[in-house]
C-alpha cells in the first residue's frame, strides 16, 4: 500500500502526488485506489477521475460519500476564492510583464 498525501485544494491543477498516482495507473500499478471524500480526489471533474482509473481496472473505493453540509459549504467557498485568486494573480501578472518605453509615446 502506498499513501499520497496532500495538502491542496481540490480545484489545484497541480498536484504532484495526484499525477504520480495517474501515471501508476496508466503503467497498471495500481488496483484499488482508497479517497475519504469524492471532494479531496478533485472538486470539479470528479466523474472524469473515477472513469480514467475504472478504465485501467481500478477500484475506486469512497470511505465517506456524505460530508457534513457545513463543511461542504465552506470548502467550496475556500475552493471559489481559490479560483479568483488564481486568475487575478494571472491577470495582474501578465499586465506587470508589459514594459512601458517613454521614448515611444
Do not use: H
Request: charged residues 30%; glycine residues 8%.
Amino acid at each position: 500500500m502506498r499513501l499520497y498525501p496532500e495538502i491542496a485544494s481540490g480545484v489545484n491543477e497541480n498536484r504532484r502526488g495526484l499525477l504520480k498516482l495517474l501515471n501508476k495507473i496508466k503503467r497498471g500499478e495500481v488496483k484499488k485506489v482508497v479517497i475519504e471524500y469524492p471532494d479531496r480526489l478533485a472538486r470539479f471533474g470528479f466523474k472524469y477521475l473515477k472513469f480514467f482509473m475504472e478504465s485501467f481496472g481500478v477500484e475506486l473505493i469512497i470511505l465517506n460519500d456524505r460530508e457534513n453540509e457545513n463543511d461542504t459549504n465552506k470548502e467550496l467557498a475556500e475552493d471559489l476564492i481559490a479560483i479568483v485568486t488564481s486568475f487575478a494573480a494571472r491577470i495582474y501578472g501578465q499586465r506587470g510583464g508589459k514594459k512601458y518605453d517613454s521614448n515611444t509615446s
